[in-house]
C-alpha cells in the first residue's frame, strides 16, 4: 500500500505534524527534560513510562515496549492502517494527498475498514437528511423538540431518524448484491430469514451516529418514538466497532476532560445530550455495557494521571450494583472512581431539565469514592442492629478483598469498623479469607508483567541485547556527532546482533538528514526494530565526546580480544591435535570475518 502515496509526500506530512499534538488528545503529557511523559495508552499502570521526544518526533514505552512514530501511533491506537495513518495526518495539517480515479486493484486493496466508514458516513448523512426533511422527519423532529433538545444539539451530535418501511436504506443506496453483503458487515441490514434478501436494521427510530475519538462513525443506536421495545437498539460488533472499547461522545469530550481532570460517565445517549445542552461537556455514556478496563484506560488518556471518573447512576440500586462490578476494573486501571446518584426517580436526562446544570454539578461534586459509597449504601439499607452489622460485613468484604493495594484494604477495614462499632480483626479475618479467591464480579488478577503489546511474543526489550552494542547504537541515535567516528572505523563489522547492526546501519545511511529517523521507522517493516530504535532515541542520556571515543575503544578492544582469543583457541587446538575443536573454532572464525 506505501506505492499508494507517493514517499515524498509521506516525508513532507509527517514533517508537518506534530507528535506531541497527536499524542496528546490521547494522553496527558508533561515535560520531564527533553521528553514529555504520560500514562501509556496501551497497558493499565499506575506511574508514567510512556515517553514522547518532541525533537525526534518519536514515543516509546519503557512498560510495555511500544514504540514508533506519529502513524505508528495512529495505527496502534486507532486501529488504522499505515495509508489511514497518513491520510488522517495530512487531514490535520492541510496537506493535499493526489486524488485520482483509483484503479480497480487500488480499489481492491482499499481496506475494509476504510469501506466500513465511508458507507457509515453516507449512511449517517441519510438519515440526517430524513431528520431535517419536512414531512419525512416531522415525528421525530417533534419528538426531540418535547424532549427539550435544541436544533444545535441535534446538529453537533448529527442526530438522523431512519424512517418506516423495512428497506429505506436498501432503496436510498439503490444496494446491489455486493454493497448489501457490505452493509451487513457494517451492521445496517439483516439477512432475511426466509427466502433470500436483506432488510434495515434501524426502522422507525431516532439514530444516534457512534464515533470514535478521530470523529469516525464507527456504528449507530437507535431509539423508538413510542413505548415501542426494544426502547434501544444499537450496531452489532463490527470489525470497526467493538463494544468494551467504544464510549459515545469521546470525540466531544475529550479537550472538556482535559480541562476539567474530570469525566463523567452516564448510561444513555439523552442523558449525554442532556448534559451537553446544559454546558456540561465533560461527559462520555457506555450505552448499556458495563464499564470495561479498555474504557477505563481511554478515559485515563483523557483526565490524566491525577483525574477523576465519577459515574452517575440514577438509582442507589444500579449505583450499587454497577460499583461492586466495577470495583477490579478502576483498581487495575488505576483510576480514582466516584459515584453519583441522582434523587429517586431521576436519570441526568430528567434531573438536568428540572433543576439544570449547576445543581447537577453540586450533585456531582458529592460523589463519593466507590468503598465508601457501597458502605453508605449498606448502613442506609441495613442499620445497625446486630443483624444489620452482620449483613453489612457479609456484602462489603468481598468489595474490600478486591482491592489489589494491601494499605488501602487496611484502610477500609479500619474505616468500616469506626463506622458500624465492630472489632477490626474481626473484619480483617473476613477479608484475609476472601482475598485470592475469586473476586466479586468484573475483577481480574492483575497480570504480573505489563501486558505485552498484543501478540505472543514477550515485547524485545533494550535489555536482551549486548549490552556493549545497545550503547554504541543509542549513542549514533542520541548524539550524531559520533557518526564519521563509527564509519571510519568500521565498528558495527563488528556487532553480533542482526537487529542493532541494522539499526546501525540505518542510522549511517540517514546521517545528516534530520528526517532520517523517522524514515528509518517507517521503512522497517519489523515492529521490533521500529520499537527497538524508539526506545534507544528516549532513554536519557547526556553525551561527551570523549566519554563516547573511550566506550568506542573499550568496545573495539573487546571485540579485538575475543578475535584474539578465538586465534589463540586455533592454535592451542591445533597443537593438542584436536581436530574436531580446531574445525569448530575455524569456522567461527570464518563467520566471523563473513559477516564482517
Ligand atoms: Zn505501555
Known amino acids: 500500500m506505501a506505492d499508494f502515496i507517493p514517499e515524498e509526500k509521506i516525508s513532507e506530512i509527517r514533517n508537518a505534524a506534530d507528535i506531541v499534538e497527536i499524542i496528546s488528545e490521547a494522553v496527558v503529557l508533561k515535560k520531564t527534560g527533553r521528553n514529555l511523559v504520560g500514562l501509556c495508552p496501551f497497558h493499565a499502570e499506575k506511574t508514567p513510562s510512556f515517553s514522547v521526544n518532541p525533537e525526534k518526533q518519536i514515543f516509546y514505552c519503557f512498560g510495555c515496549a511500544t514504540g514508533g512514530n506519529v502513524f505508528s501511533f495512529l495505527m496502534k491506537q486507532q486501529g488504522m492502517t499505515f495509508p489511514e495513518a497518513v491520510k488522517a495526518v495530512a487531514q490535520r495539517c492541510g496537506i493535499e494527498l493526489p486524488s485520482r480515479e483509483m484503479s480497480p486493484l487500488e480499489r481492491r486493496r482499499l481496506s475494509e475498514r476504510e469501506v466500513l466508514l465511508g458507507l457509515n458516513r453516507k449512511t449517517m448523512a441519510f438519515y440526517s437528511g430524513v431528520l431535517k426533511d419536512p414531512a419525512a422527519g416531522r415525528t421525530a423532529r417533534a419528538y426531540l423538540e418535547k424532549r427539550g433538545f435544541a436544533p444545535a444539539i441535534v446538529d453537533r451530535f448529527e442526530l438522523g431518524y431512519a424512517p418506516e418501511g423495512w428497506d429505506a436504506l436498501i432503496r436510498h443506496f439503490r444496494a446491489d448484491r455486493e454493497r448489501l453483503q457490505l452493509m451487513e458487515k457494517a451492521g445496517l441490514v439483516i439477512p432475511r430469514k426466509t427466502g433470500s434478501g436483506y432488510y434495515d436494521r434501524f426502522r422507525d427510530r431516532i439514530i444516534f451516529p457512534i464515533r470514535n475519538a478521530a470523529h469516525q462513525v464507527i456504528a449507530f443506536g437507535g431509539r423508538v418514538l413510542d413505548d415501542g421495545l426494544p426502547k434501544y437498539l444499537n450496531s452489532p460488533e463490527t470489525s470497526i466497532y467493538t463494544k468494551r472499547r467504544s464510549l459515545y461522545g469521546i470525540d466531544q469530550a475529550r479537550e472538556h476532560c482535559r480541562k476539567n481532570e474530570t469525566v463523567l460517565v452516564v448510561e444513555g445517549y439523552f442523558d449525554l445530550l442532556a448534559l451537553h445542552q446544559h454546558g456540561i461537556q465533560n461527559a462520555v455514556a457506555t450505552l448499556g455495557t458495563a464499564l470495561t478496563p479498555e474504557h477505563v484506560r481511554i478515559l485515563r488518556g483523557c483526565i490524566g494521571e491525577n ?38 426517580g431521576h436519570d441526568p436526562d430528567s434531573f438536568l431539565f428540572e433543576f439544570g446544570a449547576a445543581a447537577f454539578e453540586q450533585a456531582a461534586a458529592k460523589a463519593q469514592g466507590i468503598i465508601p459509597f457501597l458502605m453508605a449504601a449498606a448502613v442506609a439499607r441495613h442499620g445497625l442492629s446486630v443483624d444489620g452489622k452482620v449483613q453489612i460485613v457479609s456484602e462489603l468484604t468481598d468489595a474490600i478483598a478486591a482491592l489489589q493495594d494491601p494499605m488501602a484494604r487496611s484502610l477500609y477495614v479500619k474505616s468500616l469498623a469506626e463506622r458500624i462499632q465492630v472489632d477490626e480483626s474481626a473484619i480483617l479475618e473476613r477479608v484475609r479469607s476472601r482475598v485470592g479467591a475469586k473476586p466479586a464480579g468484573g475483577a481480574h488478577p492483575r497480570p504480573r508483567a505489563p501486558a505485552g503489546a498484543g501478540g505472543s511474543r514477550p515485547p524485545l526489550s533494550a535489555q536482551q541485547f549486548d549490552r556493549f552494542e545497545t550503547r554504541v547504537v543509542m549513542m549514533m541515535l542520541q548524539y550524531p556527532q559520533i557518526l564519521p567516528e563509527i564509519r571510519q572505523r568500521r565498528l558495527l563489522d563488528l556487532f553480533e546482533n542482526e537487529a542493532l547492526r541494522s539499526v546501525g546501519k540505518m542510522t549511517l545511511r540517514w546521517e545528516g538528514d534530520p528526517d532520517g529517523l523517522n524514515r528509518a521507522i517507517d521503512s522497517t517493516a519489523d515492529a521490533d526494530i521500529q520499537k527497538l530504535v524508539a526506545s534507544l532515541v528516549l532513554e536519557d542520556t547526556p553525551w561527551d565526546h570523549r566519554g563516547c571515543l573511550k566506550l568506542l575503544d573499550q568496545f573495539e578492544n573487546s571485540r579485538k580480544n575475543k578475535d584474539h582469543t578465538i586465534l589463540e583457541k586455533i592454535k592451542a587446538a591445533e597443537k593438542r591435535g584436536d581436530h574436531e575443536q580446531w574445525l569448530k573454532l575455524l569456522q567461527q572464525k570464518q563467520a566471523q570475518i563473513e559477516k564482517s
Do not use: E, N, W
Not at 308 to 328: F, K, N, P
Open 307 to 344: 483525574g477523576t471518573v465519577v459515574l452517575v447512576y440514577d438509582s442507589d440500586a444500579a449505583g450499587i450494583q454497577a460499583a461492586q462490578r466495577s470495583i477490579g476494573v478502576f483498581d487495575q486501571g488505576y483510576a480514582d472512581a466516584r459515584i453519583c446518584v441522582l434523587p429517586p
